[in-house]
């Protein structure tokens, strides 16, 4: 009779069918039903992508004109625009159309079964009037924060879309305080005669002092316990809406739209499944903050493709939660296909994180182009977090012009790495990078080529780099990495002291590692924990100096092939 060992041995290490037709020969029914319910729950694959539904409507059309809709640019259209909603979707549904037209508006409230469809020169225009915006229990960062009322929102819908090629607009310049160092001249003297309120040192311009006692006030950011929405409304203007808020909606469509100037971040969508976003852009300014493109928080089945971004903050970005209200809420974002986009301005093309508490899975990017991000795959948590990213895989992407790194995974996301700091013990709070997937890249310019710094607690581990060139100022460094493979990477770096940094890292293995010929160092191997490193089909010979070793390194850590 089979035993248990060879039971596992058979449901994980052979195919499904050659371990069922074993298990049928013995007669051993349990290791029939296991591999059955294995072969069911299989991982998603690049040749079976997760499948996402998309929503389909009535062809009745419900045109807002005929609500009483005015598009002079003056008239404030909110109650005939969600007249129009109202009646569509108690009508069973069908497609709710904008004309060409500037149409001012205040906040619209999606109903089920319903698709906004502006035309090609329809201007969907939100008022820069706060009052109209009321402010409501809503979501910042996973957590349960005041905000003002989104120009778009819908909860608990199904079957809901956005479609068409007209512009719908934030108005978010209202709302956002900036910079004089991020503007011309010419627009800071402008933006000052617009109203609002100068710092005293001259340096940074405020919508309001509402808004300033927002920003002043330390628990501001989330409803305290003992508070109420009413305790926050002398804050009000602080609390900047996102433009487009869905939250645990089924079947969503993003389709031909252009959303620009959004507030805060531009398109958020929460807890909802069957998420489509096809042809779509966004378009927030370089200096718009917290102006992410798009966040993915905590959704299953999701599809990006054929869109461009162009970003005040992160392009493409997947969330779940921060700390322990993500992890309790336990919602990872997972099944998620990201094809065919391209990512402009943004702090980085493809994010994960840094609010990944409810963890990330089964994550497929490819075919898309990164030009000018601040960095091009960008993957940051820190302490405190939790949370599981695993099951990410990505291929063919194009970058240039990357401001800082190519491809980041780095635990330390906006704190510094203290090297005294006494080191904690891993636990729940404790967020982990694994199973990470990676080739086919190529990038022309950026300031480091690869970073990934794990946690003395938790090392980043099982990352797989294969195919990839990469023209940076400088090389790659690995600082708390564990299982890190790199077959046929090819760096050309500015600076070649040294091309390759290992610090207390192990199991590193490097197949086919090519450099300019200019190489100072081609290895500095540091930290008495670093072990395991290993080198293949390498030449060594064209780096002034092959290897250092450094802080306690022993010279056995390093096989050179």
Request: glycine share 8%; hydrophobic share 40%; proline share 3%.
């Amino acid at each position: 009779m089979l035993n248990y060992t060879r039971t596992l041995s058979c449901i994980l290490n052979e195919s499904k069918h050659l371990a069922i037709m074993k298990c049928i020969k013995t007669g051993f029914l349990f290791c029939v039903l296991a591999c059955i319910s294995t072969a069911v729950t299989a991982q998603y694959s690049w040749e079976h992508l997760p499948a996402v539904q998309q929503p389909t409507f009535k062809t009745d059309t419900f045109t807002i004109t005929n609500y009483g809709a005015i598009a002079d640019g003056i008239t404030l259209n909110t109650e005939s625009i969600n007249n129009a909603i109202n009646d569509c979707s108690n009508k069973g549904g069908g497609v709710v159309l904008i004309p060409q037209g500037l149409w001012m508006t205040g906040p619209i409230i999606f109903k089920s079964n319903v698709n906004l469809h502006l035309n090609n020169g329809a201007l969907l225009q939100f008022t820069n009037d706060k009052s109209k915006y009321a402010l409501i229990v809503g979501d910042y960062e996973g957590h349960a924060s005041p905000r003002n009322q989104s120009p778009v929102s819908g909860t608990d819908l199904t079957n809901i879309a956005i479609t068409g090629e007209g512009i719908i607009d934030g108005h978010g310049e209202a709302w956002r305080a900036i910079s004089k160092a991020r503007l011309t001249e010419s627009d800071w003297k402008d933006l000052v005669a617009s109203g609002g309120v100068v710092s005293d040192d001259g340096k940074m311009w405020y919508p309001s002092q509402s808004y300033i006692d927002g920003n002043n006030s330390k628990a501001s950011l989330y409803i305290l316990p003992g508070k109420t929405i009413d305790d926050y409304a002398g804050m009000k203007d602080f609390f900047r809406p996102n433009l487009i808020v869905f939250k645990n909606c089924k079947k969503v469509l993003l389709e031909g739209t252009t959303f620009r100037n959004s507030p805060a971040w531009c398109l958020h969508m929460l807890l909802c499944e069957e998420l489509t976003v096809r042809n779509a852009h966004v378009r927030n300014e370089w200096n718009a903050q917290n102006g992410d493109a798009i966040d993915v928080e905590s959704c299953k089945d999701v599809l990006i493709e054929g869109s461009t971004f162009d970003a005040g903050d992160d392009g493409i970005c997947v969330k779940s939660g921060r700390d322990k209200d993500g992890r309790d809420r336990g919602k990872p974002t997972e099944n998620m296909i990201v094809r065919n986009n391209i990512v402009y301005r943004a702090h980085g093309g493809f994010v994960i994180g840094s609010e990944m508490s409810g963890g990330a899975k089964n994550i497929f990017v490819s075919d898309c182009a990164f030009i000018g991000t601040d960095i091009g795959l960008r993957f940051k948590t820190t302490r405190g977090r939790g949370g599981v990213v695993e099951k990410i895989y990505i291929k063919n992407i194009t970058m240039k012009n990357i401001e800082k790194e190519a491809i980041l995974f780095d635990m330390y996301y906006q704190v510094k790495a203290d090297k005294d700091a006494v080191i904690p013990v891993a636990d729940e709070t404790t967020p982990q990078f694994k199973d990470f997937h990676v080739s086919n890249v190529i990038c022309d310019g950026a300031a480091k080529a690869i970073l990934i710094r794990g946690l003395p607690e938790m090392s980043i581990k099982d990352i797989h780099l294969e195919n990839i060139i990469l023209k940076a100022d400088k090389g790659i460094e690995l600082i708390r990495a564990n299982n890190i493979s790199m077959k046929n990477v090819t760096v050309i770096s500015k600076d070649t002291d040294p091309v390759v940094l290992i610090d207390n890292s192990n199991a590193i293995t490097l197949d086919n590692l090519k450099y300019g010929s200019d190489a100072q160092l081609l290895f500095n191997i540091s930290g008495d924990q670093t072990n395991d490193i290993k080198v293949f089909n390498t030449d060594a010979s064209k780096a002034k100096d092959k290897v250092q070793f450094n802080n306690g390194a022993d010279k056995k850590a390093l096989i050179l092939n």
